[in-house]
């Protein structure tokens, strides 16, 4: 099957969306996720501010951060 005549079917799409959608999935392993990347990304920019000059590297102001970014986004995300 050739790249055009894949491009031309439009089934999968409406076949992952419609699988998507109705996926309710563990609503723990979000959590996670979002956990894990907030420290991570919170530790990023406390680390890049350190850098700069701007703020400490500290456990406190990367635990501090990333609980920011969690909250903003399960609210953002999850409601």
Do not use: C, H, Q
Not at 31 to 39: C, I, T
Not at 46 to 58: H, P, R
Not at 60 to 67: E, Q, S
């Amino acid at each position: 099957m050739s790249a055009e005549e894949r491009t031309d079917e439009g089934g999968d799409e409406a076949g992952i969306r419609e699988g998507v959608e109705r996926s309710s999935g563990d609503p723990k392993v979000l959590l996670a996720m979002n956990a894990v990347l907030s420290a991570w990304f919170a530790w990023m920019i406390v680390w890049g501010l350190d850098f700069v000059g701007t703020a400490t590297l500290s456990l406190r102001n990367v635990a501090t951060l990333a609980v920011i970014l969690f909250a903003v986004t399960y609210v953002v995300a999850l409601r």
